[in-house]
């Protein structure tokens, strides 16, 4: 069973920094690209980075440009993201899912964790 | 990176069909079949409905269906149930390495 458990989220000051883990288990982590979506408090679904099998290739949406790092580590199925610089409206529910083969952008994100809360307050 | 356009709620009644549109632009939704759908339930991570436009992963109900002309891409659901009532979001390779989600659309069966 494909099973993605987020971990690091908690309460940070705006400019501070946090990074979150998703941990993978129930399938061959290095074969399949992964990535981060976001869910503002009773907002919707936004695509933050991807990274493909390797860590060779990442992407990421213009609003976290800059400021996020994805990255993993294949010898311990594990998923992360940097989150630098934090602002008011980095605040959201932060999910991993799991993408294509090899790649993060050429198929569909078909698991998902259940997110880790990130709150971005003074 | 603009967000894809979809309506901010649909309905139907229990049978009926329903459809969700999804619109891009031709840098993403009419570039490429790679659109997808999402269901999400309340408090719930969202689930892979629809994946290349028209496909069904294995254990999705036929009444979940794709299409896509130009820049828009469309989500049927037909004989609604009670329990198709969620947010549902699409969502397109926008090249570059990026993907973008609709703003998602709210469907109340009746």
């Known amino acids: 069973e494909v099973q993605l458990v987020e971990s690091g989220g908690g309460v940070a000051r705006p400019g501070g920094s946090l990074r979150l883990s998703c941990s993978a288990s129930?399938?061959?982590?290095?074969?399949?690209?992964m990535s981060w979506v976001r869910q503002a408090p009773g907002k919707g679904l936004e695509w933050v980075s991807g990274?493909?099998?390797?860590?060779?290739?990442?992407g990421y949406a213009d609003s976290v440009k800059g400021r996020f790092t994805i990255s993993r580590d294949n010898a311990k199925n594990s998923l992360y993201l940097q989150i630098n610089s934090l602002r008011a409206e980095d605040t959201a529910l932060y999910y991993c899912?799991?993408?294509?083969?090899?790649?993060?952008?050429?198929?569909?994100?078909?698991?998902w964790g259940q997110g880790t809360l990130v709150t971005v307050s003074s | 990176q603009s967000a894809l356009t979809q309506p901010a709620s649909v309905s139907g009644s229990p049978g009926q069909s329903i459809t969700i549109s999804c619109t891009g632009t031709s840098s993403d939704v009419g570039s490429y079949n790679l659109v997808s759908w999402y269901q999400q339930h309340p408090g719930k991570a969202p689930k892979l409905m629809i994946y290349?436009?028209?496909k069904r992963p294995s254990g999705i109900s036929n009444r979940f269906s794709g299409s896509k002309s130009g820049n828009t891409a469309s989500l049927t659901i037909s004989g609604l149930q009670a329990e198709d009532e969620a947010d549902y979001y699409c969502?397109?390779?926008?090249?570059?390495?990026?993907?973008?989600f609709g703003g998602g659309t709210n469907l109340t069966v009746l």
């Open positions: 990274i493909n099998w390797n860590g060779g290739s990442t």
């Open positions: 969502c397109s390779y926008a090249g570059s390495s990026t993907l973008v």
């Open positions: 129930g399938f061959t982590f290095d074969d399949y690209g």
């Open positions: 899912a799991r993408g294509p083969h090899y790649d993060f952008w050429s198929g569909p994100l078909d698991y």
């Open positions: 290349e436009g028209s």
